[in-house]
C-alpha cells in the first residue's frame, strides 16, 4: 500500500511515518515550505532515517503569499477580531499539493496527523475530498489511534530518533504569516507564557529605546513597498516579521472558539499580518463611503469565519473574494505606522482615491452649512428616532 504522507517533521507527523513504515507501508512524504524556516532544517534527512520511501520539498513560499495572505489582507482577516488565519491559511495549500504527489504517484492513500480535537482535521479531509477521487483513502493516524503527546513521543524514542526539546514542551506550527504555540502550562489560561515560548518577537520591555517609522504603500490593496523599498509579497512580510518583532509588536494570547466546539488558548507570534492588517484597514478607511465600509466589513468576517472552519473550497468563499477584490480597487496609497516597545500606532495615511476633504473638514474655511441647513438637516435626520419615541412613551 502507497500512503503519501504530509510531513512536516515535526512530532506527530514523524511518530506516524515511523508507524506507517513499520507496517510495511510504502510512504512518500510530501514537506510543503509556507515559510516554517526552522521547522525545514534536516526535513528530508529525517524523513528517509523514519522509514520513509521518498520524498519530496515543495517550495510554495510565493504561491503562499500571492493566493492565500494576499487576500486575507484585503479582507482584513483576524477570526473573532484577533487571529490572522495563519495555520487555517497554510492548510487547504498543503492541502493542494499532498493531492497532486498522491495523484502523480498513483496512492492508494494520504494521511495527516491531525488530532480529533483541532480544527485542522476539517482543513485537511475537506480539501482532500475535494480533490481527490473517493478510492483514495484519507488517514489520520494520531486521531484513528488517539495518539497522546507522550505516546508520539515513546514512538520515536522506539524508533532511535531522538526528540527536540521543544517539541516535549510545546506544539508549534510556523510559516510565513503566523507562528503558533500550543501546549504545555499554556493549556491553563490561567499561566503567563514564558519567553522559551517565543521566537519571532522580544519582550516589550526589552525592545529598542527608539521608535520605528515605517511607511507602507499598498495597490489594490496588496502592500508593496516598505520605506520605499520595493519588495514582493513574501519578502515585505518576512522583512516585517523580523523588523517590526524586534520591537516588541505582534503577540497575541487569545482564547478562541474552535470548529468542532472546543474553547482553546492559543498564543501567537504575527507581527507582519497584525502591522498589515492595521495599516490596510485604515487606508480602507480613508477610501471608502461609510456604506461600502459597513457592507465589507460584513463580507470580511464571514470570509475569515469560512476561511477559519476549513470551507476553502465553499463556493462562497470565492463570490465574497471576488467583491473583496473589486472594492480593494481603490485601496492604493500610504499608510504611516510607528513602533514602539510592543505598541503600533498608524500616524498618518494618502490615497490618490482618498473621500477625505482637508479644505471641507477645516473650520475656518471652505464649506460650511449656513444655521437654516443645519437646522433642516437635523430635522429630516431625527423625524424617525423622535416620532417612535414619542408613539411609545419614551422620554
Known amino acids: 500500500m502507497k500512503v503519501v504522507l504530509a510531513y512536516s517533521g515535526g512530532l506527530d507527523t514523524s511518530s506516524i511515518l515511523a508507524l506507517l513504515a513499520g507496517k510495511g507501508y510504502d510512504v512518500v512524504t510530501v514537506t510543503v515550505n509556507v515559510g516554517q ?60 499539493k499532498v493531492a497532486e504527489i498522491a495523484l502523480e504517484e498513483k496512492a492508494d492513500a494520504v494521511a495527516h496527523g491531525c488530532t480529533s480535537k483541532g480544527n485542522d482535521q476539517v482543513r485537511f479531509d475537506a480539501t482532500l475530498k475535494a480533490l481527490l477521487p473517493p478510492e483514495v483513502k484519507i488517514l489520520a493516524p494520531v486521531r484513528e489511534l488517539m495518539l497522546t503527546r507522550e505516546k508520539s513521543m515513546k514512538i520515536l524514542e522506539e524508533a532511535g530518533y531522538p526528540v527536540p526539546s521543544t517539541h516535549k514542551k510545546y506544539s508549534i506550527d510556523e510559516n510565513l504569516w503566523t507562528r503558533s504555540i500550543e501546549g504545555g502550562e499554556l493549556d491553563d489560561p490561567r499561566n503567563e507564557p514564558s519567553e522559551e515560548a517565543f521566537a519571532w518577537t522580544v519582550p516589550p520591555w526589552k525592545a529598542p529605546d527608539e521608535p520605528l517609522a515605517l511607511t507602507i504603500r499598498f495597490e489594490e490593496g496588496v502592500p508593496i513597498a516598505v520605506n520605499g523599498e520595493k519588495m514582493k509579497l513574501s519578502e515585505l512580510v518576512a522583512y516585517l516579521n523580523k523588523t517590526v518583532g524586534s520591537h516588541g ?147
Not at 65 to 71: G, L
Not at 317 to 345: A, C, H, P, Y
Not at 368 to 379: L, V
Open 37 to 96: 524556516e526552522d521547522e525545514l532544517r534536516d526535513v528530508e534527512e529525517r524523513a528517509y532515517a523514519l522509514g520513509a520511501k521518498k520524498h519530496y520539498t515543495i517550495d510554495a513560499v510565493d504561491e503562499f503569499a500571492e493566493r492565500f495572505i494576499a487576500p486575507a489582507i484585503k479582507a482584513n482577516a483576524l477570526y473573532e477580531g484577533v487571529y490572522p488565519l495563519g495555520t487555517a491559511l497554510a492548510r487547504p495549500l498543503i492541502a493542494e
Open 249 to 395: 509588536y505582534g503577540r497575541l494570547d487569545h482564547i478562541e472558539n474552535r470548529v468542532v466546539g472546543l474553547k482553546s488558548r492559543e498564543v501567537y507570534e504575527a507581527p507582519a499580518a497584525l502591522t498589515l492588517i492595521a495599516a490596510h484597514r485604515d487606508l480602507e478607511k480613508l477610501v471608502y463611503t461609510p456604506r461600502e465600509l459597513r457592507f465589507k466589513e460584513l463580507a470580511d468576517r464571514e470570509w475569515t469565519d469560512l476561511v477559519y472552519q476549513g470551507l476553502w473550497m465553499e463556493p462562497l468563499r470565492w463570490s465574497l473574494e471576488k467583491l473583496i477584490d473589486e472594492m480593494n480597487k481603490w485601496v492604493t496609497g500610504e499608510v504611516k505606522v510607528r513602533v514602539f516597545k510592543g505598541g503600533m500606532l498608524v500616524t498618518g495615511r494618502w490615497s490618490p482615491y482618498t473621500s477625505y476633504s482637508v479644505e471641507e473638514i477645516d473650520y475656518n474655511r471652505g464649506w460650511y452649512p449656513s444655521d437654516e441647513e443645519a437646522r433642516g438637516f437635523i430635522e429630516i435626520y431625527t423625524m424617525h428616532s423622535r416620532a417612535a419615541a414619542l408613539a411609545r412613551g419614551l422620554k
